[in-house]
């Protein structure tokens, strides 16, 4: 497995230029197969989930070629409807979005149970629901899904969500593109990726309204055309680094943002007492002194991001007093707190919230990373500890965060990355 090494107590110092969406990324690749002629995809992230999605739509037959680190072009006008790898599908959360994209191009779609990180159960019944609503036959079976579409292809639906989800409102929407009629679709996540989807679809020929509202309406088209598309920027990535800033001390500017998009970060860190400058399209943080405490509560967009919770509650451990986090969307994310705890951090976890009491310092020591986020936590909670961290898994790490490597390195970090461990000290700036 994959060992981070760092060294802390080096504050952060420097521009760093913020990748493609992940979570856009991993719903836009599939959605490649609802497409007729070439997609050249630009501002693509590269990491671990975009590299397994690419390698399973080549498998399906689609015409894969980089043009650079972060451009690619997809022709999936000859792709396959095959069922994809199971050991592919089990390493990445996102490959339900095949399911959508494959019953909505073929009618018909199997594929074995998602993978991911592992906090809590994730089930996919939203998903199903909207395809049902559509027409489709779904069923459950030996850890697989199969989906059909019935004689004559989808059908305009109307769904309803009974939570507000992600997934879902993704899921249904590449199923709805192709469809036959007017899908309507209420109770709607409205996350910037999931516009970014729409809008990706839609400049490809479909007929998408209303992403980025509670109620999206889908006028189904016979076929979409090829054509070029930049993704977002990564508002979790972005998040990540302003974190690290917030705990490890330092002066740092975010190129390639959409301030709008990390408004809920932003404000908590300011309450926590850190300096931020907005600019059209990058973000300036500076610490001047220790954090205030803060309580979360993490919501749906424009909420407070889940994916942002391990992170802000790292600062909170060097905060000044007693903070509460929340976690509203997920019930068991909160196992890397027992990391942080070996590192001298004071967290006691009570259900849904997490008590932390802020500390003067953390040490460094041996801790694992837990899942994708949780490690980025990690990663923060090692740059500010005294001494050196050796984080264990940390390819969980690398599912979401471009060359995280060489960015804190250039930023002035300490850290670099093995797989099998050297005792040797660290000289600073090793990469």
Do not use: W
């Not at 630009?42 to 397994?52: A, F, G, K, M, S």
């Not at 592992?118 to 629901?129: A, C, L, S, T």
């Amino acid at each position: 497995m994959v060992k981070y090494i760092i060294e802390g107590g080096k504050p952060l110092h420097g521009d760093v230029t913020i990748s493609g969406a992940k979570n856009a990324a991993v719903a836009i690749l599939p959605a490649t197969l609802l497409v007729s002629g070439k997609c050249h995809i630009e501002n693509v992230p590269d990491i671990t989930d975009v590299r397994l999605l690419l390698e399973i739509l080549s498998d399906m037959g689609a015409q894969i070629r980089r043009l650079s680190r972060n451009s690619v072009e997809i022709d999936c006008t000859r792709a396959r409807n095959i069922t994809a790898p199971i050991d592919l599908v089990r390493r990445i959360r996102a490959s339900y979005y095949l399911l959508g994209a494959q019953l909505g191009r073929f009618g018909h779609a199997r594929n074995a149970m998602p993978g991911g990180c592992n906090f809590g159960v994730r089930p996919i019944d939203q998903h199903i629901k909207g395809f049902e609503a559509m027409g489709a036959v779904v069923e459950q079976s030996g850890g697989y899904v199969t989906c059909d579409a019935p004689e004559g292809g989808l059908r305009g639906g109307h769904v309803y969500l009974d939570i507000v989800s992600v997934g879902a409102t993704m899921n249904i929407l590449l199923a709805a593109t192709l469809a036959g009629g007017m899908t309507i679709i209420e109770n709607c996540a409205k996350e910037p990726h999931i516009v970014d989807l729409a809008n990706f679809l839609n400049a490809m020929g479909a007929r998408i309204s209303g992403a980025g509202t509670d109620v999206i309406k889908v006028r189904g088209v016979k076929s979409l055309h090829g054509g070029s598309y930049s993704i977002i920027p990564d508002q979790i990535e972005a998040g990540t680094y302003m974190a690290a800033v917030a705990a490890v001390g330092g002066d740092v500017t975010l190129h390639g943002v959409i301030p709008k998009h990390l408004d809920c970060i932003t404000a908590k860190l300011r309450e926590m007492g850190m300096v931020i400058r907005e600019m059209d399209d990058s973000v300036r943080l500076e610490k001047t002194r220790r954090l205030k405490r803060a309580n979360v509560k993490t919501m749906v967009y424009p909420g407070f991001p889940t994916d942002m919770q391990p992170q802000i509650a790292v600062c909170m451990c060097l905060a000044n007093g007693t903070s509460i986090v929340t976690e509203s969307i997920y019930d068991t994310r909160f196992r890397y707190t027992a990391e942080l705890n070996r590192m001298g951090a004071h967290i006691q976890v009570e259900g849904k919230a997490a008590v932390i009491d802020g500390v003067r310092e953390l040490h460094g020591c041996e801790v694992r990373a837990c899942d994708l986020r949780a490690g980025a936590a990690m990663v923060i909670a090692a740059l500010a500890a005294d001494g050196v961290t050796i984080i264990e898994d940390a390819h969980l790490i690398e599912r979401g965060y471009e060359d995280i490597i060489g960015k804190l390195t250039a930023l002035g970090a300490s850290i670099k990355r093995t797989e099998n461990y050297d005792p040797r000290p660290l000289t600073a700036g090793v990469g």
